[in-house]
């Protein structure tokens, strides 16, 4: 059994990564946040410490390092902010633990090469959370691209629309300089679907960019993308909120649905089972998805020109 210490355990994602330890077999030690609304910690570890302030959660996992009675934390699953996954990463790997870090990895890409000097001084590793790699539909998706060449690259829209209330700009999501913007934020795991299944990447076009939206044109070797990303009610189409929705998800490929909203709740835990059986996605499988956003967070955008996303109409006119 392993030990596992937890950042970000009010967080939204938590519950996901203290489902994923305990349907593996392990063990939830310790556990941090700044806010204390964390009652759901009885339903999976209930003996776990918790702790409010970083400080004393760092005293607690290096006095359980020194103790040295099978207590050490052996990994420590990062789901807090955005822009604290670089430190928070950096404490698990001088903690002589692994690090099992939500997306995105970093904001930046050169954050990528300072956490690969940390592993090698450190001998650890960071290990990601990059599930839709593992989702069957996506898997099916990559192999048939890798085993029927083209010679004409696939036609792909990628929309996806996932309402939030006013709350959203209020926190730390709304601020670019922490969640690194909507491209990041609700985005990154998506690029790198792309990438996973398409190949490098080779053009990036921004067409538009607010606080709630964002949209562009991707061209992979394998594949040309349109993009379209928002958090906005009012893009999700009139039929779909007539059945009362107010989320909405569609990646065409040559025009075809490819349909993968199910499958989605287990994804963790087999993020884990990976991990735990050395299998884990490095830092180096982030790289390209990393870039991918940062490049769109500081693009200028082009405005309805070249290759735009149909639902950018309804925004723009």
Not at 161 to 190: M, P
Not at 260 to 287: Q, W
Request: aromatic share 10%.
């Amino acid at each position: 059994m392993k030990n596992f210490a937890l950042v970000g355990a009010a967080g939204y994602i938590a519950p996901r990564h203290m489902k994923a330890i305990q349907a593996t077999g392990h063990n939830l030690v310790a556990a941090l946040d700044t806010n204390d609304s964390v009652g759901i910690i009885d339903s999976y570890f209930p003996d776990a410490d918790f702790f409010t302030e970083f400080e004393r959660f760092d005293r607690h996992v290096d006095l359980l390092r020194r103790l040295n009675d099978g207590r050490k934390i052996d990994y420590v699953s990062i789901a807090s902010p955005n822009y604290l996954h670089d430190s928070h990463m950096r404490f698990a790997l001088r903690s002589g633990a692994e690090a099992i870090c939500e997306k995105p990895l970093v904001l930046n890409p050169w954050n990528i090469d300072g956490l690969q000097d940390m592993e090698r001084d450190t001998g650890q590793k960071v290990n990601t959370i990059l599930q839709l790699r593992l989702h069957p539909a996506i898997i099916a998706l990559h192999d048939e691209v890798q085993s029927q060449p083209r010679d004409r690259k696939y036609e792909v829209d990628l929309t996806y629309i996932t309402s939030r209330g006013h709350w959203y700009l209020q926190s730390w999501k709304g601020d670019e300089k922490k969640s690194g913007g909507i491209a990041t934020n609700i985005g990154v795991h998506f690029y790198d679907m792309l990438h996973f299944i398409f190949g490098d990447l080779q053009e990036n076009v921004v067409h538009y960019s607010s606080p709630t939206k964002a949209s562009g044109y991707l061209e992979y070797a394998n594949a040309r993308v349109r993009w379209f990303l928002s958090v906005d009610v009012n893009d999700v189409p009139q039929v779909v909120r007539n059945d009362g929705q107010r989320t909405y998800r569609s990646i065409t490929v040559e025009g075809e649905e490819i349909e993968f909203s199910g499958g989605f709740t287990d994804l963790h835990t087999r993020s884990y089972e990976e991990i735990l059986a050395g299998r884990g996605f490095g830092l180096e499988e982030n790289r390209v998805a990393i870039e991918t956003v940062a490049a769109i967070r500081t693009a200028t955008p082009q405005g309805m020109t070249g290759e735009y996303h149909p639902f950018l109409k309804n925004v723009l006119n």
